[in-house]
């Protein structure tokens, strides 16, 4: 994936999770399991693109 993909896909999870949440509220979520899944979802992107800024930075030279 590339970076914009996957910063397009993350605002994507976290419009989703809103979404999610909003109907947990409302006791419209019918798998509150859901929530839990979004959220590790959004873990795994943010996680690998603060790997990629990392290694760019030490490729670069800079300290992390």
Known sequence: M???ERVSELHRLRRHLFDL????????LE???MLLKAKRDIARILTVMNE???AQAEQAGQPA
């Open 21 to 28: 949440r909003a109907q947990a509220v409302t006791e419209k």
């Open 31 to 33: 798998d509150p399991s």
């Open 52 to 54: 990629r800024k990392r």
């Open 2 to 4: 590339s970076d914009e």
